[in-house]
């Protein structure tokens, strides 16, 4: 019940574009499947990630357990494989960043990342829906310096560290005091800090369970198969 952890950034998976490589501009995942961007995708390397999008382009949840809702979820992500240049892990921000590619759906903060080092990227999470994320500080039970993590966690969670941590690195920050000493620019950045509307649509992954989460992986798994 997030008793025992303390919210260090929070985000989305969205939409990561190159503004000189694309006519028009993804808002939307319906976007994703658009003739225009034939070859031109790429995909974080995540079953949930992936099925999620496409769950919610359809209006469902990404943590639904309706076989019927998943199925229409994979069928649709087959129709998208032409649009599909490749799905990687970390490797992608250098080829967003290099131009490689048009498209990229990830995180928001590797998508922060890429625009750090390109001036061309924008990043969009569609208002429809999408996940929710945290990184989150915690303690184990196993701690043999209990007194130090605690000194490191309050350091981090005043206001003017947690800002410039956040400043720094480039991720949304839970942190109420330190957001109110971030520069307008960032915290009024809809991508980063996105509007109460899309929030509102914005769903955390739950735990599905061992059964569940086999059954995501398994349809995961057919998609990155299916040929073009």
Do not use: C
Request: hydrophobic share 35%; no cysteine.
């Amino acid at each position: 019940h997030n008793d025992y952890s303390i919210p260090y950034f929070w985000g989305t998976v969205g939409i990561v574009y190159n503004t000189k490589l694309v006519k028009k501009a993804p808002q939307h995942w319906n976007d994703l499947w658009s003739p225009e961007y034939r070859n031109q995708i790429m995909l974080v390397d995540g079953a949930r990630e992936v099925l999620g999008f496409s769950l919610n382009s359809l209006g469902y949840s990404l943590n639904t357990k309706n076989m019927t809702e998943l199925r229409l979820a994979e069928t649709k992500l087959n129709s998208l494989t032409p649009n599909i240049k490749a799905i990687v892990g970390d490797e992608m921000k250098g080829y967003m960043v290099q131009g490689d590619a048009a498209i990229g759906v990830t995180f928001s903060g590797e998508a922060s990342e890429m625009l750090d080092k390109n001036e061309d990227l924008r990043y969009v999470v569609p208002s429809e829906g999408s996940n929710l994320w945290f990184d989150n500080l915690v303690i184990p039970k196993t701690v043999k310096h209990e007194k130090e993590a605690y000194a490191f966690i309050n350091f981090m969670l005043k206001p003017e560290n947690a800002a410039q941590n956040a400043e720094y690195i480039g991720y949304a920050t839970p942190n109420e005091a330190a957001k109110a000493l971030l520069p307008k620019s960032i915290t009024d950045d809809k991508a980063f800090y996105p509007s109460e509307s899309t929030i509102k649509n914005l769903e955390v992954y739950n735990n599905l369970g061992q059964k569940w989460l086999g059954i995501y992986n398994d349809i995961y798994l057919q998609v990155k198969m299916y040929r073009k």
